[in-house]
């Protein structure tokens, strides 16, 4: 890991990339496959105009990548943000990928964004945004094809949005276009907490490895969204000591460790900031709580948090990357050197995809399981891969996340071979 070519730290699809290669060099992957393999499908931008509500026209952009659609239709979320880029889509895209082949689900890996604020439009401004972001990748989406679910900026509502637009063209109701919809229109039970359930289940996977009890683990989660927030909830129960938590106001730390339905209902319920709860600890930002004393760290808010410049600083024994690319390829080596045992993010947050993945089965069979069914098979999976992510690293004598990249590479590898290339 050492020789990772990534010319700039934050740049997300240069660590993806960097990541990628040192998995491949050691699969020896041939030069063809490389190549195929390394670089997406396609790419799609669009242009996309929008009366606002004053009146006024605004063109936004949005963009849609296609990694991968060799084990199955492309997979990802769509993320409204001021900040989307092509490369970071490129990177997502990219990591669904890997995170769909890591647990063997059939799916391959695609991302797409707008470049807008939703915190700054209307209801009716996002509507008429998505659905014609919609109707422009009309031909690339589709329950065979492409399907989308929500990420950062947009929810189950800009998923019905979406399925609706969709079954307009199509002139029929195809609810398994998209994932992460509301129930009513052929959501799945247990959809919301999958990614928070997924962590929870690799955290239990970590400590039983190196025969750690809950009750002795102090965790922090950086991030209150819907991964942190389930996560949290989800670890406070099952007996874990929730001690730093943050969210973009802030974070607290305390050792004495935090009443987390309290904490929901405060941020939540309430709406108040964070680190104004009544029963938090020390005041600090939320880059610094990552740093605290804890057994295991949770990043579950953004890219880039964990650097060359700050890694050396984790106390942490686990860190389980509830986050996409919260770590970045140059802080690697450093993580690994202080000897901390990663759940790299394609395996950490894959609760999410995987319950995704059981959306668009009930979707396309048309009928729906129980929320303990989805639960116990979301179990089944991401245990059943933690083991292999272990067992791989064990055998080819390289830590967990490179053995996730060189699990998930050679799947979508072999599946190539066994296609073969259509020329």
């Not at 907490?193 to 490895?209: F, Q, S, Y």
């Not at 909830?233 to 050792?255: C, R, S, T, W």
């Not at 140059?330 to 059981?358: C, H, M, Q, W």
């Not at 729906?368 to 791989?392: G, T």
Request: proline fraction near 4%; glycine fraction near 10%; charge should be negative.
């Amino acid at each position: 890991m050492a020789t990772l070519a990534v010319h700039n730290e934050f740049n997300v699809y240069e660590s993806a990339d960097a990541r990628f290669e040192a998995a491949a060099r050691k699969l020896g992957l041939e030069e063809g496959l490389y190549r195929f393999l390394k670089y997406p499908n396609k790419e799609i931008t669009v242009y996309i105009p929008v009366i606002l509500d004053n009146g006024h026209l605004e063109v936004f952009i949005g963009h849609r990548v296609h990694h991968s659609i060799v084990r199955g239709p492309g997979k990802g979320g769509i993320r409204f943000a001021p900040t989307v880029t092509l490369d970071e889509v490129r990177a997502l895209a990219s990591w669904m990928t890997w995170k769909c082949a890591v647990v063997n689900i059939p799916f391959g890996g695609a991302k797409g964004g707008v470049v807008c604020d939703p915190g700054k439009l209307s209801h009716g401004e996002l509507e008429r945004i998505t659905r014609r972001y919609t109707a422009e990748l009309i031909e690339w989406f589709g329950p065979e094809r492409d399907v989308p679910a929500p990420d950062l900026g947009t929810n189950e509502q800009t998923m019905a949005w979406i399925m609706d637009t969709y079954s307009m063209h199509v002139r029929h109701t195809e609810t398994a276009v998209v994932t992460g919809k509301p129930i009513d229109l052929g959501g799945s039970r247990g959809r919301h907490e999958a990614t928070g359930r997924g962590v929870l289940i690799n955290c239990d996977r970590a400590l039983a490895k190196f025969r750690m009890l809950r009750v002795n683990t102090r965790v922090v989660v950086q991030g209150f969204g819907n991964v942190g927030s389930m996560a949290a909830k989800l670890l406070h129960e099952a007996g874990y000591k929730i001690v730093g938590v943050a969210d973009v106001h802030g974070a607290l730390y305390n050792e004495s460790g935090f009443d987390i339905p309290k904490l929901m209902d405060w941020v939540y319920g309430q709406r108040k900031p964070l680190p104004d709860f009544p029963d938090g600890g020390a005041k600090m930002s939320a880059s610094e709580v990552l740093f605290q004393p804890a057994e295991v760290v949770i990043p579950a808010a953004v890219e880039n948090q964990i650097t060359s410049e700050n890694a050396h600083r984790l106390q942490a024994r686990i860190l389980c990357e509830g986050a996409n690319g919260p770590c970045t390829a140059l802080a690697d080596e450093i993580v690994d050197r202080k000897g901390i045992f990663v759940i790299p993010d394609i395996l950490a947050n894959a609760g999410g995809v995987t319950v995704s993945y059981f959306e668009w089965v009930q979707d396309r069979q048309g009928f729906f399981w129980s929320e303990r069914e989805v639960n116990d098979r979301l179990k089944d999976v991401i245990e059943h891969s933690f083991e292999e992510v272990v067992r791989y690293a064990e055998t080819h004598q390289v830590n967990t996340r490179v053995a996730a990249y060189m699990l998930a590479i050679d799947r979508v590898a072999f599946a190539l071979k066994e296609r073969g290339i259509y020329a």
